[in-house]
C-alpha cells in the first residue's frame, strides 16, 4: 500500500516548513539529498505537513479511483458522511442538497456518522463508569492512536478499547445492507485511510475519502447545488453525535458531565496541546487522575481533509446550529430503539505497540552539532524555535539522528553566507589587485609554461621509473605530486583515491602515511633539514624514508623505499637505478635551469632526490 503522505520532489521548493511542523520528525533531510522525504514508518498521517506546504508539494494516497471503481461495479454503494460537513460545506445552503449531491454520484444509500457518534459515546460512558481507578485516552482519533502506538508504547494499555465512530458507523451499516455491500467514508481526516485498512477497522469501510476528494468528484461530475432536490440522510438518525466535530462534542453526546469541579474527564486538541497532554499522561497520570479526550486537529473542524482551515470559532457556532436543527427534528423515541438494537454489536477493539522511537544519540555528538551552528553554551542557546524544534538543542539531537540537516538553523545559515560574502569581497579585490600584473606577464607567462611543461614531462617521466615512492608536498602537508610506486606503498586507500585524483594531488598525508612519516615533514619543513634513511614499520612492511626540505617551510620531498619490495632486495637493480639517475643529473639539471626562476623548485626537488639516492647509495 502507498503511504498515506508522500512529498512530490518536483514541485518540492525546499522550505522545509514540513519538517518544522511534524510533530514527530517524521520527515527526513538527508546530507546530499536534494529535497526532504517523508518516512512512513514514522509518519501517524496527521497531515500538518500538508496544510503547512506553501508550494502545494506534499499529497495524500488517493482514493477517488477506488471509489468510482465501486460505483460503477453494480454492487450495492453505501456513503458514510462525517458531522463535520457543517463546517465545511458552508457555501452549500442546506445539508440535504448535499446528500443529494452525494446520491447523485452513484451511492444508493448515505448515512451519517453522527449515530455512530451517539454508539461510541455510549460505550466510552460505560467504560469511564467500570474504569476502578484506570485512566484512559479516547481512541477517536486516529494520529493520536498511531503517535501513542508508535512514540509512547507503555501507553497502549491506556488507549480506550472502543472503535472510532467511523468503524461503529461501517459496522452498522454492514448489518444493514449486506457484508457485500461497498461502505465509503467521506470526512476530514487523512489518517482515516490507514485506520480503514487496519485490521481492527474489521474490514467495514472499504474507501476513505476526504472532503477535497468529494469535492473534487463533484467538479468531475459536474455535480451542482443547483441541478438536485432535497434528500435527507437514511436512518438510523442521529442525535447529539452531530457535535463530533467540536473537541468535546462526544462527551456532550455521552450525557457526561464537563464541569472543572465534577468532570473527571480532560479534553485537549491541536499539535501542541495534545502533545502537552499526552506528555503529562505519561509523567503524571497518577497525580492528575482524569481520562483525556483527545483530538490532533482542533476537533473535525478544521482537518487536514478539508478545504477550510481557518475561522475556527464561526465554524465551531455552523456546528452547533446545524446540530440544533438535527436535534429538533429528530425522533427521539425512534432513536432510543436504534441505539438498543445496534448497541448489542461488538464495538471493541485492541492495540499493538509499533514502537517507531530512535535511541537519542551520545552528548558528544549532540555538542559535535551544536558546536558546527555555533551554539557552544548556554549563552549561544537562544532557543528562537525558527527551526520547528523546542530548542538549539532537541534541533541538534535530531541532527545528530540523521533525520535534518545543519542548514535548517537559519542563524546558521546567514552566519554561512556573511562569511561567504566577505570571502568573495577578498578575492575579488584581490583578482581585481592581480589582473594588471597578469596581463603584463601574459607572455613571458605563456613562455615559461611551454618550458615548464616540457619540463614537467621529463620529471614526470623520470619519476615514475623510479622504484621508490616520490611525494612531494606543501606546508599544510597536501600532495604536489607523488609518483605509481609512491601511491602503492601508501596502500589499498592511497590507491582508490588515485583513481579520482591522479598523483593524489591535494591528498592530506596526515590521512594517507603514519603519524611518524608526516612528522619527519613538519621537521624538515619547519627546521630546514633532511631527515635521511629512517627505518619505519608500516603494517607488515620495512619502510626507508628520507625527507628533505626544498623550499624552507614551504615544499618538503621525500623517497621512500620499501625494504621488502623485490626492487630494493636486488641490489644489482638498485645500483643500476642509481647509474642511470647519475648520468641522467646533468641532464636535469639543465632543463631545470632553462625553467628559470619558474622552474626552481623542480631543480631543488631533482637535487634533494638525487642527493638523498648518492647519500644512500653511499651507506650502502
Not at 540537516?405 to 552566519?415: A, G, L, Q, S, T
Amino acid at each position: 500500500m502507498d503511504p498515506v503522505i508522500y512529498i512530490d520532489p518536483d514541485k518540492c521548493t525546499n522550505s522545509y516548513s514540513c519538517i518544522r511542523v511534524c510533530p514527530v520528525k517524521a520527515i527526513e533531510v538527508k546530507a546530499g539529498s536534494e529535497h526532504p522525504a517523508v518516512i512512513p514508518g514514522r509518519c501517524i498521517g496527521c497531515g500538518q505537513c500538508y496544510i503547512s506546504c506553501s508550494s502545494d508539494a506534499i499529497f495524500f494516497r488517493d482514493s477517488i479511483s477506488q471509489t468510482r471503481a465501486f460505483l460503477g461495479n453494480g454492487t450495492k454503494n453505501i456513503a458514510l458522511v462525517a458531522p463535520s460537513i457543517a463546517s465545511e460545506f458552508d457555501d452549500i445552503t442546506d445539508y440535504r442538497k448535499l446528500v443529494a449531491m452525494i446520491r447523485a454520484l452513484g451511492f444508493d444509500h448515505v448515512h451519517e456518522v453522527s449515530f455512530g457518534v451517539d454508539i461510541v459515546a455510549a460505550k466510552y460512558r460505560e467504560l469511564f463508569e467500570k474504569a476502578e481507578g484506570k485512566n484512559y485516552i479516547t481512541s477517536n482519533c486516529p494520529a493520536i492512536v498511531k503517535q501513542i502506538e508508535k512514540y509512547y508504547p507503555g501507553l497502549v494499555s491506556n488507549l480506550a478499547p472502543v472503535v472510532s465512530p467511523m468503524i461503529a458507523s461501517g459496522m452498522i451499516t454492514k448489518e444493514i445492507h449486506g457484508k457485500e455491500s461497498k461502505v465509503v467514508y467521506i470526512g476530514p481526516c487523512i489518517d482515516s485511510k490507514d485506520e480503514a485498512i487496519d485490521p481492527e477497522g474489521k474490514g467495514v469501510v472499504d474507501s476513505v475519502l476526504t472532503f477535497i476528494e468529494l469535492r473534487q468528484l463533484f467538479k468531475k461530475e459536474g455535480i451542482e447545488e443547483k441541478k438536485v432536490k432535497f434528500s435527507d440522510f437514511d436512518p438510523p438518525h442521529g442525535n447529539y453525535g452531530a457535535l463530533y466535530p467540536i473537541p468535546a462534542g462526544i462527551l456532550y453526546a455521552a450525557g457526561i458531565k464537563r464541569d472543572v469541579m465534577e468532570s473527571g474527564i480532560i479534553t485537549a486538541s491541536g499539535k501542541e496541546d495534545t502533545t502537552e497532554a499526552i506528555n503529562d499522561f505519561n509523567s503524571h497520570i497518577d497525580d492528575i487522575r482524569h481520562h483525556f479526550n483527545l483530538f490532533f486537529c482542533q476537533g473535525c473542524l478544521l482537518g487536514p481533509g478539508m478545504d477550510h482551515h481557518n475561522e475556527r470559532y464561526r465554524r465551531r457556532n455552523l456546528v452547533r446550529l446545524y446540530t440544533r436543527k438535527r436535534v429538533k427534528e429528530l425522533d427521539m423515541k425512534q432513536w432510543e430503539k436504534d441505539m438498543e438494537k445496534w448497541g448489542k454489536l461488538d464495538y471493541s477493539r485492541k492495540f499493538s505497540v509499533n514502537d517507531r522511537r530512535i535511541p537519542s544519540p551520545p552528548e558528544s555528538a549532540i555538542n559535535e552539532v551544536l558546536k558546527i551552528i555555533g551554539k557552544t553554551g548556554d549563552d549561544t542557546e537562544d532557543n528562537c524555535r525558527a527551526c520547528g524544534y523546542e530548542s538549539c538543542r532537541d534541533f541538534a539531537k535530531t541532527v545528530a539522528m540523521g533525520l535534518t540537516i545543519p542548514e535548517m538553523c537559519h542563524k546558521y545559515n546567514i552566519r554561512n553566507k556573511q562569511e561567504y560574502i566577505e570571502k568573495l569581497r577578498v578575492t575579488n579585490k584581490k583578482l581585481s589587485d592581480t589582473q594588471a600584473a597578469l596581463r603584463k606577464s601574459e607572455s613571458i607567462a605563456r613562455r615559461e609554461k611551454e618550458l615548464a611543461q616540457e619540463a614537467s614531462e621529463t620529471v614526470n617521466s623520470m619519476l615514475e621509473k623510479l622504484p621508490s615512492g616520490v611525494v612531494i608536498a606543501d606546508e599544510n602537508l597536501k600532495v604536489l605530486h607523488s609518483n605509481n610506486t609512491f601511491i602503492k606503498i601508501a596502500g589499498e586507500d592511497a590507491v582508490n583515491i588515485a583513481d579520482v585524483i591522479p598523483g593524489l594531488r591535494g591528498a592530506d598525508l596526515k590521512s594517507i602515511l603514519p603519524f611518524n612519516v608526516y612528522n619527519m615533514f613538519t621537521y624538515a619543513l619547519r627546521q630546514d633539514e633532511s631527515v635521511i634513511n629512517r627505518d619505519v614499520k608500516y603494517d607488515d612492511r620495512l619502510l626507508n624514508v628520507s625527507v628533505f626540505p626544498i623550499r624552507k617551510n614551504k615544499i618538503a620531498g621525500a623517497v621512500i623505499r620499501d625494504m621488502f619490495s623485490p626492487e630494493v632486495q636486488r641490489e644489482e637493480s638498485i645500483n643500476r637505478i642509481n647509474d642511470v639517475i647519475e648520468k641522467n643529473l646533468d641532464m636535469v639539471q639543465k632543463i631545470g635551469f632553462l625553467l628559470g626562476e619558474g622552474a626552481a623548485e623542480t631543480e631543488q626537488m631533482l637535487n634533494s632526490i638525487v642527493e638523498s639516492y648518492k647519500k644512500s647509495k653511499k651507506k650502502k
